[in-house]
């Protein structure tokens, strides 16, 4: 009798979590056009909002990334000059 009441307890909490709420998805065509552009603070303000993601990862020359692969991640590839040479999500 008394395991039934812990594991009601113990279920209780996990009927009413709330549901999570869906990360924003990244779409790297809308911000293609970034191509080009020297790194700043405000471009990547703009690669989130152009490109919808929730997240910003900045990945230099030989700069090692994981390979986690978020939906919800803009990725801006940079040259040794700062310049974006490459705009990917993951």
Known sequence: ???IAIAAALTAGCATAP???APERCDAAKAQKL???TRSEALGAEALR???AA???WIPPGAMA???HRQNRINLRVDPNDKVVK???G
């Open 35 to 37: 191509l080009g552009r």
């Open 19 to 21: 549901a999570a709420v």
């Open 1 to 3: 009798m008394r395991l």
């Open 87 to 89: 705009v990917d999500c």
């Open 50 to 52: 152009l490109s919808g």
């Open 55 to 57: 997240a910003l990862r």
């Open 66 to 68: 994981t390979m986690d």
